[in-house]
């Protein structure tokens, strides 16, 4: 027993998500500021130039919708924007505006998937509404303000502090990932900031019935940071403890290459943001109608993947890997419905074996969903998967015409014409082979081993038939003619 | 004093050279910040040069310098936004050109907005057109004195506790406060979102609505706005106006109840029942206006730090007093004040102690309103508690200076339509103003019923 055995950590996180929309929260500008000259994104709303008015995007309000569903959480019928007061230059009106009092998501969960497929179930205490801040680059002596960021769209998702493991951590960050980008909310570019996590960690003794002292690391974007911060702090803040010391409430950063934790600022003096309705926006007032035919445009969500796909016996590692591309996902659920699960579960194996390839698996689950790029014809998936079952080709061939199909080949059987893929079956020609083959005096010993009852010896004359046939010969009829003749 | 028609027949570029001409005149008044005359010029040339001729054509006009407007800087009077060149214009301003109405120039005001005297201007305070030694009253001053003295037919101002009304009162033009959400607020240097409102002032109540119906209707810019209802068929029909007893009181000035009551004989002789109604919540409006005002002024003025425009202190030398010393040089003591007062009640612990609890009181004087316009078309009062008084006479008493405003505020709260039309002057030849109050929308109404009075001689 470790001295860190004898502590509970508990977990709180809050996630900014980015909203997928063309124009920003209250202007026009591109909400798209990705490889931008700084400044070039912003009207004069962004600016905060006096007499400037917001003008609240529904699209963002839509995609807000969308994201109560994926949440499990109710949609406020009537929410509101508020104004939360502080100075920096980043922030053009010194104010952001958000949602305090009454926010658009209500109360709903996340239930994660964690690797040793037990799942987690997260409550979401609420999500709100609000725009994001500007971009400051610090040089010596002077910096510098890009507001192409300053009024994009968030939401920002609020969880209590359900998360008692870095492992759960990270597995609810991964799963709100994915939930996010299929409910089309967000385009979850991490590396753009698309969605970054707040950790509030804490930790007491094992049956204590108070919380400790919390700390927030702030702005992480990745699962993996998520996991090393929450690990990190939770030994720190222990070590702390052991050692007698006083656990200061404060905000900290996560330093990459260290992998460590470092103070940013204490919040035991809390900044007072005097939050105060923002006059300017009227109310959003929602009714039953209209959130459910926003919620209808919401395509299936991971978890409603994964039920569909318990039924093709599939493993929880290649459900996973194949979670890692939405437009896959869709692939394979369609061809369940058309074709039935031996179909689809044969794709979903080719598809799970690719990702895995290109290192997006289960294990690398960093990689941004990937929804563009995917040209693959579900006829001609279907067309190969019947092939291959139906033994017109091996299943090493079938992997090799999947690949050239993902590259944006066409027409399956074509190309196994083509480069002589297609298996024969028919008994007189793969007769004749099997005739040669155990005519030949190098299959001598084969034979003989097989009438002493060594059965595997048959794999030798197997392959000989194959070799001779130039891989087109039905491995299984050859076996069983083989069997026939001697 | 001119009224549009008085435009009707010379060209353009005679008018504004005439409107300039009257202006550069004004040197002892100073009601005007800044004359637009080259961009004026040029636009009475292009208007004469023919094309589309507006309800407008020609017509000269002032902005309050609070509207973004071309032609020279939108300042708020205030140094923080001395050499600040708006690169777009207000709504209002835009519609009002699209008639062909030339702005020729930007109009003094208490330094944004707050104040009820100009006498907050950065630049010097305006004087009362009737009487120099007086206030123009505030904040749209400038404004109200401009078209007091001929500069223009019709200038443009903000309303947003008595700021067009009350120094209509007191320089003796007609003062329009509309609904709130009736004319956009895209443009206009924002002083307190859920009070503010455009609106204008003219020489009789004709001009005045024709200003305010092609000002009004719904902008895509201002979220606040309403759809137009400027020609929905809205009409008084009870015939009963109520005097609101409170504002009769011994505490306001005898003469400017009487000019007030001769004004409600007018409308008796006009048809209309007067009765005396109260408004139990109108002594407790002072106090929710200075609660919530402050609050959103000390939000809306946030953006001011310096970093993108407007002042920024030479004398700065890191980012704490960038902010810390553009802003106390920038902001007028009146400004200071009222965003220490709003940062103090929304301060944490104190929400709800005073910002809540003024809104709560707020809905009460809405329902009380409500209630009241049940039963009467309009309701009637003064619009200030006193004809103008000395320049200098409240400066150094904030509390007095406020209490100018108790007769207005009530309106702003509950955000209603207001009017204010002259009734006369006192023995010293002091402008006093009635004021109307209508129910939502009824603008249109108010301002024929007072064209009526007008007719009454």
């Known amino acids: ?486 | 004093m001119k009224s549009i028609r008085d435009y009707s027949s010379g060209s353009a570029l005679e008018n504004v050279n005439k409107a300039i001409a009257e202006a550069k005149a004004d040197v002892d008044f100073h009601s005007l910040l800044c004359l637009t005359e080259e961009r004026a010029i040029a636009r009475a040339k292009k208007l004469d040069d023919g094309g589309k001729k507006g309800r407008l054509h020609g017509v000269p006009f002032v902005v309050k310098d609070n509207f973004l407007a071309f032609g020279g800087p939108t300042t708020a009077a205030s140094k923080m936004l001395e050499n600040f060149n708006a690169p777009l214009q207000a709504t209002a301003v835009e519609r009002l050109e699209a008639e062909g109405a030339i702005c020729i120039g930007k109009a003094n005001l208490d330094a944004f907005a707050h104040g009820g005297s100009t006498e907050n201007s950065a630049f010097g305070p305006t004087k009362n057109a009737i009487d120099k030694s007086r206030v123009a009253g505030g904040s749209s001053g400038g404004s109200a004195v401009s078209v007091a003295l001929g500069i223009v037919p019709f200038a443009l101002g903000s309303d947003t506790g008595g700021s067009i009304r009350q120094p209509a009162s007191f320089n003796g033009v007609v003062g329009v406060k509309p609904t709130y959400g009736t004319v956009s607020r895209y443009g206009v240097v924002a002083m307190a979102s859920s009070t503010d409102t455009i609106g204008c002032f003219a020489s009789n109540a004709a001009d005045a609505n024709l200003v305010m119906e092609i000002m009004s209707g719904q902008d895509r810019k201002d979220m606040t706005t309403l759809p137009d209802f400027w020609r929905d068929d809205y009409a008084f029909t009870k015939k009963k106006v109520g005097v609101i007893k409170p504002f009769m009181s011994d505490s306001v000035d005898i003469e400017v109840v009487s000019r007030v009551r001769e004004y409600i004989e007018k409308l008796q002789g006009l048809g209309y029942e007067a009765e005396e109604v109260d408004l139990p919540m109108a002594k407790y409006s002072l106090g929710m206006y200075y609660i919530v005002t402050p609050a959103e002024i000390m939000s809306n003025l946030a953006r001011y730090d310096g970093i993108r425009y407007g002042h920024r202190s030479k004398e700065a030398k890191n980012l704490g007093e960038v902010y810390t010393k553009s802003r106390a040089e920038g902001f007028e003591a009146e400004n200071k004040r009222r965003i220490m007062i709003g940062s103090f009640v929304l301060s944490s612990g104190f929400f709800d102690a005073y910002y809540l609890k003024a809104q709560k009181a707020r809905t009460l004087l809405v329902n009380e309103f409500r209630e009241l316009f049940k039963q009467y078309d309009v309701l009637v009062g003064p619009v200030a508690p006193t004809p103008a008084f000395k320049l200098g006479e409240n400066t150094t008493d904030p509390i007095k200076m406020y209490l100018a405003d108790v007769m207005t505020v009530p309106a702003s709260m509950a955000g209603l339509p207001a009017i204010s039309v002259p009734a006369g002057v006192t023995q010293q030849g002091l402008p006093v103003g009635a004021q109307l109050i209508g129910d939502y929308t009824s603008d249109r109404a108010l301002l024929e019923l007072a064209e009526q009075v007008e007719g009454v001689i």
């Open chain 1, 1 to 486: 027993m470790s001295v860190y055995d004898d502590y509970d950590m508990t977990i709180g996180i809050e996630c900014h998500v980015q909203l997928a929309t063309k124009t920003k929260l209250f202007s026009t500008a591109d909400n798209d500021a990705r490889d931008k000259e700084p400044n070039t994104c912003v009207t004069p709303i962004d600016f905060g130039l006096p007499g400037m008015l917001p003008v609240l995007n529904r699209e963002a309000v839509n995609l807000a919708i969308k994201a109560g569903k994926a949440l499990n959480a109710p949609i406020a019928r009537v929410s509101r924007f508020d104004r939360k007061h502080y100075y920096y230059p980043d922030l053009p009106k010194g104010y952001q505006t958000t949602q305090m009092y009454q926010p658009i998501i209500l109360a709903g969960y996340v239930d994660a998937p964690m690797d040793d497929g037990s799942i987690v179930r997260v409550r979401i205490h609420h999500a709100h509404m609000e725009e994001d801040a500007g971009k400051l680059t610090h040089f010596n002596g002077y910096s510098l303000v890009d507001l192409n960021r300053a009024g994009t769209p968030l939401i920002e998702i609020v969880s209590e502090p359900d998360i008692h493991s870095a492992a759960a951590a990270r597995a609810y960050a991964t799963e709100l990932y994915r939930l996010m980008t299929y409910a089309g909310v967000t385009h979850g570019d991490l590396y753009y900031g698309n969605m970054r996590f707040d950790v509030n960690i804490s930790v007491a003794k094992k049956g204590s019935n108070v919380l400790g002292k919390r700390t927030e690391v702030k702005n992480l974007n990745s699962f993996r940071s998520v996991e090393r911060a929450a690990e990190y702090e939770c030994k720190r803040q222990i070590d702390l403890l052991e050692r007698g010391e006083r656990m200061i409430q404060e905000t900290r950063g996560w330093n990459d290459d260290k992998q460590i934790t470092t103070s940013q600022r204490s919040k035991e003096d809390a900044q007072d943001y005097r939050y105060m309705p923002d006059a300017d926006i009227p109310p959003i007032v929602l009714t039953d109608e209209e959130i459910e035919r926003i919620q209808a445009e919401v395509p299936m969500l991971p978890g409603e993947y994964r039920e569909k796909w318990a039924e093709l016996g599939l493993d929880k590692s290649v459900i996973n890997s194949l979670l890692a591309n939405q437009n896959y996902a869709r692939v394979i659920t369609e061809i369940q419905e058309k074709s039935g699960d031996n179909t689809a579960k044969r794709v979903a194996h080719w598809f799970s074996s690719a990702l895995i390839a290109e290192g997006s698996g289960s294990e690398a689950d960093e990689t941004p969903v990937d929804n563009v790029g995917m040209y693959v014809s579900i006829d001609d998936l279907t067309a190969l998967a019947e092939m291959t079952e139906k033994a017109e080709i091996s299943s090493t061939n079938a992997k090799e015409l999947f690949n050239e199909l993902l590259g944006g080949a066409r027409d399956p059987r074509a190309l196994a014409e083509k480069q002589h893929m297609l298996q024969v079956s028919d008994e007189g020609a793969i007769g004749a082979i099997v005739d040669e083959v155990l005519a030949d005096p190098a299959s001598a010993t084969s034979i003989a081993d097989i009438k002493a009852g060594k059965d595997k010896a048959i794999g030798y004359l197997v392959g000989q038939v194959m070799k001779k046939s130039k891989g087109q010969a039905n491995p299984g009829l050859a076996q069983k003619l083989i069997r026939e003749k001697l």
